[in-house]
């Protein structure tokens, strides 16, 4: 017999849903030196992108994920997307960095600024 302790379901703070809406810019918390990606619905595939730094952010486009990185610590920026899917999509884009610190106080503050981080963004439709 399979007991929930067997499988145990867990929410990640990282994994981010939004509801969608062309009226809403999207605030996306990324970490310095990792990927992460935004997930558009099934068949929707990305038309136009426009980014407002292109020095400090990498992005690339597969399917309908978009694949991000940021290339410098503490960047932020905003992104705009339209889709196959006659879909309209503002994003506000923050890296921050998790520095290492032996300073407590430090290192709750950190803890408190990477809690919003995202690894995956995804969307609902309603």
Request: proline share 3%; net charge positive.
């Amino acid at each position: 017999s399979i007991s929930i302790a067997d499988n145990p379901v867990t929410i990640d703070s990282r994994i981010k849903t939004f509801v969608y809406s062309n009226n809403e810019i999207y605030n996306v918390v990324f970490n310095y030196g990792y990927h992460s990606y935004i997930e558009f619905s099934k068949g929707e595939t990305i038309k136009m992108l426009a980014i407002g730094d292109t020095v400090s952010w990498k992005v690339k486009p597969v399917d309908n994920k978009l694949f991000i990185i940021p290339l410098e610590k503490n960047g932020k920026t905003n992104m705009l997307i339209e889709t196959s899917k006659g879909r309209s999509y503002a994003f506000d884009l923050i890296c921050r960095s998790a520095g290492e610190s032996n300073n407590d106080k430090k290192d709750v503050k950190q803890r408190l600024c990477l809690r919003d981080l995202a690894y995956i963004v995804r969307f609902y439709y309603p």
